[in-house]
Each structure stands twice: as C-alpha cells, then as structure tokens.
C-alpha cells in the first residue's frame, strides 16, 4: 500500500487537533501498525505532496521505518493531487514489476483541495483502475470539499472514508486494516495478477545499447569487463543466432539490473518458461533478477511465423482450416478473468454483462464482441485460424 498524504497549507487547520497533518499521521502509524501484526508480509510505501510531490519512504514492513518517515513530513505550499496519484501509480508498477505482489492500494489521506496541474486526478484514476489498483480515501473537512476523494475511490472501487474528528479518522484507520487484508488472496485477485492483459500492461520495456547513458555503460564495462559486456547472457555471443546481427542492432538490456540478450533469445527464453499466463502476455522475467520484462509484438510475430512457415513446409498442398463451433454467452458467466482478455479482432477489453462469442477451440477459446465476430475472415477465428460456426 501507499500511503499518499497531503501536506499542505490547509492540512495547518486546527479542526483536528492539534491540526490535521498530526491527525493523520497519527492514524497512518496505528494503521501501519495494526496491518503489520496481523500479515507481517504486507509492506507500505509513504508519499507527501504539497507544492511538490516527494517519494520519502520506498516499499518496507519496518513499523520504524514508516513511523520515522512520517514524522519527517512537513506543511507548506498548495497541493498537487493528481501529480501525487501519478507518482503513486509509477512505484506501485516498479513493485509489481520486481515481484508477483497482492493487488496493491493507495491510500490517499486529504482534505480534498487541491491545486490543478497537468496531471488530473480522475485520469489517474482511470489509468489506476485500468491497471487494477484501487484508491482508497481518508477525507478531512467540510464533506463539500472531499467529493474529488470520493470520485477517485469510485472509479477505482476503493473505500471512500469521512471523517470529522481525530477519533472518526483512527476508527477508519482501524477498519482499513482489518478489511484490506481480508481483501488479500481472494481468487480474484490471484486471477487480475496472473491475468495476460495486466501483465502486458505493467511489463518494462528493455533498453537498446544506444539508451545506456554514458555512466551506465562505463559501471557495465566495469562490472563486466571490455570484451563481454555486450554480448547476450543466454546464447553468450555478440552476434544474434536468430539474424545473425550484431549485438547493437538487436541486443537488449534488462532496465532494472542491466544484463545484456539479444531480444530474440529473449523470446526464445519467454517460450521455455511454464507460466502459462506470463507466455500469453508476451512478457517474461528477465534471466538474471526476474524483472517482469515486455518483449516487442513484433519479435512475437516474427517466432509465430517462423513456427507456421517450419509447420507448413512439411505439409503437401494447402491445409484446410479445422472447423469449431462458436457459441454466444455472457461475459459475466466465464468468470472475471475473461474481462481482461482482448477481443482479437479490436483489441478492447470487455464490459461486465457483455454477450460475447467464444471460440469453440479448446486449446484456444478466444472471446469476441457480438459485432467484431462478424468481421471474422472467411469465419476463421484470428487466433487459431479454426472456421467458427455459431450455434
């Protein structure tokens, strides 16, 4: 969880006593506390945002860590709300990235006034929800000013907490740690965390030679020496067995510890590994320190042909398309893992309580809107070439 408060002038106000800022520090620390006794796992990051968003704690479980940072924090300055959710966002995906965590949360502990920046809030909280992170909201003052709070958490299905006294923000401190773990672990969490689509969605791109800044490459050169340090960790050679260039025309390195692949071998490597879902996303972790990395749709494809041209070599004459049935069902019937699969044909997600059409396939069972199935090719399902007949 992070923990986003705000720290500007208007959180000074002494309706809260001994003022707001206090207030909820004093709540943050008894819900950190309180969190940690019942899963010692869980982990909080800590944001302040006034004039300036400033990141002052990183992931920790240590109750002194976060007690400590909290009590650095300091009032001054308007506040950017949005930029403050933005900054929030960017660090949960870097965690999620390193490790396969629970659906993570922010906290964000306002009043509700906030400065407008280019950064807006509600189209933070769009793109929070669209990555299934959910903001829950401590309120402070006048219930008039906190409707932004109450909007970020709709959109994101977090729980809108008000509060009007010291004591009512303890209270809502004390119930979001005992709901927000009772929340971990549930099949539909496991299922947005291992689903393809929201893997894709938080997977870091690899860095080219020529994004290696000129510090990053000289701590590589030393790490690794002149004469490897640009050759592939997985085949251990510059030139790439796939294209036979060199290691700066298809090589890669991993953004997190910098190890060198070319992305070819990469894939090759994505293909080998066992999690189904990591595959379907077109995402693997990196080799060296399993940093969940986004391979290119365009060396995806490039493997998916290779594999259909080898296939289709060893065959006589064309081969005729298998042919499965198609049935239409609605979305909600296929669990809540089906919402995040895109339409092959559009590239959409669906919408709860959509009728769509499922491939037949088994091995397949692709999901397609009503209209989009239409568009179908020769009725060939775009994903496993089988002719589609719909029941």
């Known amino acids: 969880m992070v923990l986003c408060i705000d720290a500007s002038r208007s959180m000074y106000r002494s309706d809260y006593k001994p003022n707001r800022l206090i207030a909820s520090i004093n709540a943050l620390k008894k819900l950190a506390e309180l969190r940690l006794e019942q899963d010692p796992n869980s982990a909080f990051a800590v944001i302040k945002f006034s004039d300036t968003i400033e990141k002052i704690l990183d ?50 502990v306002s009043d509700g006034i906030y400065t407008k920046t280019e950064a807006d809030p509600l189209k933070m909280a769009q ?13 402070l003052g006048d ?32 119930s979001l740690a005992g709901d927000n773990i009772k929340s971990f672990d549930t099949p539909s969490s496991e299922a947005i965390l291992k689903n393809p689509a929201f893997l894709r969605k938080i997977a870091a791109d690899t860095l080219r030679v020529q994004d290696l ?36 025309l298809t090589g890669r390195y991993c953004p997190n510890c910098h190890t060198p692949f070319h992305i070819h071998c990469l894939a090759g490597w994505a293909s080998s590994m066992g999690e189904t879902s990591v595959k379907q996303s077109g ?32 065959q006589i004459g064309p081969k005729e398309p298998d042919n499965f049935p198609a049935r239409a069902v609605n979305i909600n019937d296929l669990g809540e893992d089906a919402l995040y699969n895109p339409c092959p044909v559009c590239s ?25 199935f239409k568009k179908l090719i020769n009725d060939q399902c775009k994903s496993c070439d089988g002719k589609l007949t719909l029941s």
């Not at 986004?294 to 289709?312: A, G, N």
Request: proline content about 3%.
């Open 213 to 248: 800044t000129e510090d990053q490459e000289q701590r590589l050169q030393q790490l690794r020496g002149n004469v490897d340090y640009k050759k592939c960790s997985i085949c251990f050679s510059d030139t790439d067995p796939d294209t036979g260039g060199t290691f700066f």
């Open 143 to 174: 219930a008039g000013s906190t409707s932004i709070l109450r909007k970020l958490s709709d959109a994101t299905g977090g729980r809108f907490y008000y509060t009007n006294s010291p004591e009512s923000l303890l209270d809502s401190a004390r």
């Open 59 to 108: 992931f920790t479980g240590s109750v002194d860590s976060i007690h400590s940072s909290l009590n650095s924090i300091r009032f001054g300055g308007n506040s950017a709300l949005g930029d403050a959710l933005g900054l929030s966002i960017k660090i949960i995906i870097a965690e999620l990235r390193k490790v396969s965590a629970k659906v993570p949360k922010i906290l964000l």
């Open 348 to 372: 959409y997600i669906f919408e709860p309580g959509t009728e769509v059409i499922e491939c037949g396939n088994y091995d397949c069972g692709a999901l397609y809107h009503r209209e989009c």
């Open 127 to 139: 793109l929070a929800q669209g990555l299934s992170i959910k903001i829950d909201t401590f309120s």
């Open 283 to 314: 995402t693997c972790r990196c080799p060296h320190c399993f940093y969940l990395l986004r391979i290119p749709t365009e060396v995806q494809q490039v493997r998916k042909l290779r594999t259909l041209s080898s296939t289709t070599s060893k």
